[in-house]
């Protein structure tokens, strides 16, 4: 229901009228009503029942007539608290079918971006922003709507009220509120630029409490390090600078209404007093006059603060719709939720071809002029300083940017023009980062291979190879225990054993290009050593990519690539890069010596 197109005020309301017409209609009628209820009827029903609660104590009627104005009054205030009520339910209902409808667009959009923007902080926080406020905002926007309508229908109900006695009151409000409203809508866009300031601050005094402070990764650093009371300082340094942001934006805009509330009291006390001239001369009830007077002080202490919480909430939803433009603009990548093709693709060769590359915002070339051959069946690995690229050049082949200069091609065919199933079903990957899944065993292993049901024995098959059966034996339940701590029958797992975890994922995947970055850092040697044994065997017809600062695993490889700067520098087997006493004879040589 989302289209990309730019989003403006009236859209705050249009989306909830597409969404369910007849409860934002039936909302709206309400909240007018209850306008003209909360002033006419009880502007009237006020002054029937003082007028012949008068006549009752001046002997004029019999007691028992008070009953019916007194009834009357008491069913105007019952039914006014009704619709109240009413009008709670109606923003509830309104708010779970927008958040039904709104939601899984926002989220499919969300898993649809592309992943250059995934690296973005700029749009992480505007998606962040969208995905956590826009239900919130609209309906507040809706709110601030009605509320800005009941107002205006308020005020044209007292001032018809007052039309006939006191003309001049009439067009002094009437002149008045325009100023008045103009200044509310002011002050409520100043408390939202405020909260615009002071965000950036929120959201980090938000990360060092959620993330740091209390988070369960950082516990054993934390208390080893006892780092608490420094971070707890950052928390207050941040929180104390978005809290002055706000304050001194929240004082001015206190006194504003301040002010606008004596200076309406006033206005309402000169109403009121020059109310007394016809009542005297009898061309006012005073029933009528009690109900004026009340109707008109209570709408001047309310309107001030009314209409700039009304006005602060219409900001706060018109930048939500400008996020929304921007969020809807954003690139998607095609296919990105499809699952991969059911059969997977036949690999013959893959080829960069001077591949230029450069992160979005960056200024400098990650890879530069990068060319290689990769031929079915055989193994590769990838060796590198920290931050020379390997693990860019792997983005690059799983398709996760596609703006680069050069050619990447596989079987010949620019790796830009395959269908993201199609490249999905081509490679299978063990990040560095690999993710640590809080659901069963088995379901995290069978997430490599969605395109097929996996049997418990494809599952078995791999957790061997791994070297995780033992591990699984000791388990409550087996395959089936749940993992981490969202469930209390949870186990959690040593980071090597969950490093064996994803490779096993990854081995369960038919994809006929293994892709493997740092896949053993955090196993023991015992663990390493056997998972290279079985990958010899595992490996045989597939082929591998590698990348690992373990040199031992590298002489596994056919060709070994060595990468500085972005660069390839230096290519060929173990033995011949031994020979040629290289960047990766030095690194080979060095790592050597640590154990002798
Ligand atoms: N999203 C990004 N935006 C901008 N620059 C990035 C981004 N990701 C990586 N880089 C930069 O690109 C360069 C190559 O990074 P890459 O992750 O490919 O290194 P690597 O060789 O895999 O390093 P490591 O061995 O530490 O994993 C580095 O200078 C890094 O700072």
Not at 188 to 200: I, L, Q, S
Not at 549 to 556: A, D, I, N, Q, V
Not at 574 to 590: D, P, S, T, W
Request: with cysteine.
């Amino acid at each position: 229901m989302l289209k990309t197109r730019k989003y403006k005020w009236i859209d705050i309301l249009r989306i909830p009228f597409e969404i369910s017409p007849l409860l934002l209609v039936a909302f709206v009628l309400l909240e007018l009503t209850q306008a003209l209820i909360s002033t006419f009827a009880i502007v009237f029903a006020t002054s029937f029942f003082v007028d012949t609660a008068f006549a009752v104590i001046a002997d004029e009627l019999i007691v028992s007539t008070v009953y019916a104005p007194l009834g009357a009054l008491l069913g105007v205030v019952a039914i006014s608290n009704i619709f109240d009520h009413l009008l709670g339910l109606l923003q509830s209902r309104l708010k779970i079918v927008i958040e039904f409808k709104l939601e899984p667009t926002i989220l499919d959009t969300r898993a649809s971006l592309k992943y250059k923007y995934i690296e973005d902080s700029d749009t992480c926080e505007l998606v962040e922003r969208l995905s956590e406020g826009i239900v919130e905002n609209m309906l507040n926007g809706v709110r601030a709507f009605t509320t800005v309508a009941r107002s205006i229908v308020s005020i044209a109900a007292i001032l018809s009220l007052i039309l006939t006695q006191v003309w001049w009151a009439t067009i002094l409000i009437a002149i008045l509120s325009i100023p008045l409203l103009w200044m509310s809508l002011k002050a409520g866009g100043k408390n939202y630029n405020a909260w615009m300031e002071a965000w950036p601050y929120e959201r980090r005094f938000s990360y060092y409490s959620d993330d740091i402070l209390t988070s369960r990764e950082a516990t054993q650093e934390r208390t080893l390090f006892g780092y608490a009371d420094y971070i707890v300082n950052l928390h207050g340094e941040h929180f104390e600078i978005a809290r002055k942001i706000q304050e001194k934006v929240a004082i001015r805009t206190k006194m504003a209404m301040e002010a606008t509330g004596i200076f309406m009291s006033v206005i309402a006390l000169l109403i009121s007093f020059t109310l007394i001239k016809p009542v005297i001369a009898g061309t006012l009830n005073p029933g009528m006059f009690m109900g004026i007077v009340a109707a008109v002080f209570t709408m001047a202490t309310s309107i001030g603060g009314t209409l700039q919480e009304a006005a602060k909430n219409l900001s706060y939803a018109k930048r939500c719709m400008d996020d929304l433009t921007a969020f809807m603009a954003l690139d998607l990548q095609e296919g990105a939720t499809d699952l991969p093709d059911k059969i997977p693709p036949v690999f013959e060769r893959l080829s960069f071809k001077n591949v230029w590359f450069k992160y979005p915002n960056a200024e400098n070339y990650a890879l530069r002029n990068v060319s290689f051959d990769i031929e079915v069946g055989n193994h590769f690995a990838f060796v590198g300083a920290n931050g020379s690229g390997k693990t860019t050049i792997i983005k690059l082949l799983t398709g996760l940017y596609d703006v680069y200069d050069g050619e990447i091609l596989i079987n010949g065919k620019e790796l830009r023009t395959y269908e993201a199933s199609t490249l999905k079903a081509m490679f299978s990957v063990v990040y560095q980062d690999f993710s640590r899944y809080e659901i069963s065993l088995a379901d995290n292993i069978a997430l490599g291979n969605t395109s097929e049901n996996v049997s418990i024995e494809d599952i078995h098959k791999v957790t061997d190879k791994v070297a995780l059966t033992d591990t699984i034996t000791n388990l409550k339940d087996g395959l089936r225990t749940p993992l981490g701590k969202i469930d209390k029958d949870g186990s959690d797992l040593s980071g090597g054993q969950w490093q064996k975890v994803a490779i096993a994922r990854s081995l369960i995947s038919p994809a006929p290009i293994k892709i493997l970055d740092e896949p053993t850092a955090a196993l023991d040697p015992i663990a390493e050593s056997r998972i290279y044994q079985e990958f010899e065997e595992l490996m045989r017809g597939k082929t591998t990519i590698f990348i690992s600062h373990r040199l031992g695993s590298t002489k596994l490889a056919n060709e070994i690539l060595v990468i500085e700067s972005g660069e390839i520098t230096e290519r060929g087997t173990h033995n011949k890069l031994i020979k040629m006493r290289g960047v990766y004879a030095k690194m080979f040589e060095l790592q050597r010596r640590w154990y002798e």
